[in-house]
């Protein structure tokens, strides 16, 4: 790969991940040229790349699309499968409530254009075919539940997590919110032993950890949770 087409391809991406976040807090009347700005490249890289407002925002919704599609395998590679579906859940609708407005400007308009964000669609609907496969299998979640229940269970979840200014206290929610899915035998999220102890989960991936029943409960499974869901918190 030349050394020009490796700019071409970062700009594109720092363009995307500036609009994503003026979108999400401005809405999507913010003109190019100011995204262009913000992302330091001249007005003539974003229209090079993103010929209209239309096409850009159709680009950061199937990022967005994809992005979730990533982190599904991702808990499919690293956890047990009802823990991998509900902990991908929650991370879904943690990302999504940043960027309700984004999605809610896109989906209300049908004259968007489509085939991006339909082929994310398809890469993001097989990722989470497969997770809610293997959860169902595993006898940990309902065997009545279906991937659309999880599409909607995202939006709502969204929509209440950005509800609230405490992430801690919406995420809390979101749990509650979930624990529907499982079956009687399975366990998920926030559930008090009774003893000396109770569950608690990382908010950065979703880990369980042991909390001690007095003293401030932790937020972070580690040092290693805790730089990423700073560095995070930074780059937003």
């Given at each position: 790969m030349?050394?020009?087409?490796?700019?071409?391809?970062?700009?594109?991406?720092?363009?995307l991940r500036?609009?994503?976040?003026?979108?999400?807090?401005?809405?999507?009347?913010?003109?190019?040229?100011?995204?262009?700005q913000r992302a330091g490249v001249g007005a003539g890289t974003v229209y090079r790349h993103f010929p209209s407002k239309e096409i850009l925002v159709e680009a950061v919704l199937a990022e967005h699309i994809l992005g979730l599609a990533r982190a599904a395998d991702r808990w499919a590679a690293r956890a047990a499968p009802g823990d991998a579906l509900l902990g991908f859940l929650v991370e879904a609708i943690d990302l999504s409530a940043g960027r309700v407005r984004v999605c809610d400007g896109i989906t209300a308009d049908k004259s968007w254009p489509r085939a991006t964000i339909t082929a994310a669609a398809q890469q993001f609907g097989q990722a989470l075919d497969r997770l809610l496969l293997a959860a169902k299998r595993s006898g940990a979640v309902r065997a009545d539940v279906q991937a659309d229940d999880l599409n909607a269970l995202i939006a709502g979840g969204a929509a209440m997590r950005a509800a609230h200014r405490s992430r801690a206290r919406g995420l809390r929610l979101v749990r509650l919110l979930l624990e529907g899915l499982l079956t009687k035998e399975a366990e998920f999220r926030d559930k008090p032993s009774g003893r000396r102890h109770e569950t608690a989960h990382c908010l950065e991936c979703g880990a369980r950890m042991r909390v001690n029943a007095t003293g401030r409960p932790p937020s972070y499974c580690g040092p290693a949770c805790r730089q990423r869901a700073r560095r995070r918190r930074l780059s937003a």
């Open positions: 030349t050394a020009v087409r490796t700019d071409a391809l970062r700009n594109r991406q720092v363009v500036t609009a994503m976040r003026i979108f999400a807090e401005e809405g999507l009347e913010v003109p190019l040229t100011r995204i262009a």
